[in-house]
T-cell receptor
């Protein structure tokens, strides 16, 4: 069935370091792909999305490109801040309203 | 004005009790969901309703019963609570769009602790 696999955490970086969180998916058809972020004690918030191959989603300095050939949607940011510390979830949507999430990757950014 | 609101935010109860969590969305969305997040942050879909009709019912014990009185509300009732039910339960909503632009909007979560 459809699924999402993302790299295990925690990922610990120093402020201003480059971030990559890997995400790959398995799906029949052409799902939409998402990154959600969960700050401590809060619900998940949409960070960015891409609905078709080669689309690039971007928000708050984060980017991810929908790569159909490698079935990937890796999250990147050029310079992380302490305030980016959170848990990041990769997700896919298929069949209009079914959303499946990866296991989450915790990011710790140290000053 | 909160888009997806859940109550209560925290719930501590004894094993064997029955409890409910309520969810309301004011976004005009037609689909609502319950997700369970365990202590390792893994997020698992439990149920989904579209216009008050159950459309997703994953492998969940039948002690869990969702109820959607209208498309803006989705409640979760849990009977005979067990220790393993301790988790954070998230309500979410979305608007189905053929264009593919629909996204999930989450509530802040309800942390259930079963003693």
């Amino acid at each position: 069935g459809d699924s999402v696999t993302q790299m295990e955490g925690p990922v610990t970086l120093s402020e201003e370091a480059f971030l990559t969180i890997n995400c790959t998916y398995t799906a029949t058809g052409y799902p939409s792909l998402f990154w959600y972020v969960q700050y401590p004690g809060e619900g998940l918030q949409l960070l960015l999305k891409a609905t078709k191959a080669d689309d690039k989603g971007s928000n708050k300095g984060f980017e991810a490109t929908y790569r159909k050939e490698t079935t990937s949607f890796h999250l990147e940011k050029g310079s992380v801040q302490v305030s980016d510390s959170a848990v990041y979830f990769c997700a896919l949507r298929y069949n209009f309203n079914k959303f499946y999430f990866g296991s989450g990757t915790k990011l710790n950014v140290k000053p | 004005d909160t888009a997806v609101s859940q109550t209560p935010k925290y719930l501590v109860t004894q094993m064997g009790n029955d409890k409910s969590i309520k969810c309301e969305q004011n976004l005009g969305h037609d689909t609502m969901y319950w997700y369970k997040q365990d202590s390792k942050k893994f997020l698992k879909i439990m149920f989904s309703y579209n216009n008050k009709e159950l459309i997703i019912n994953e492998t969940v014990p039948n002690r869990f019963s969702p109820k959607s009185p209208d498309k803006a509300h989705l409640n979760l009732h849990i009977n005979s609570l067990e220790l393993g039910d301790s988790a954070v339960y998230f309500c979410a909503s979305s608007q189905v769009r053929v264009s593919g632009a629909n996204v999930l909007t989450f509530g802040a979560g309800s942390r259930l602790t079963v003693l």
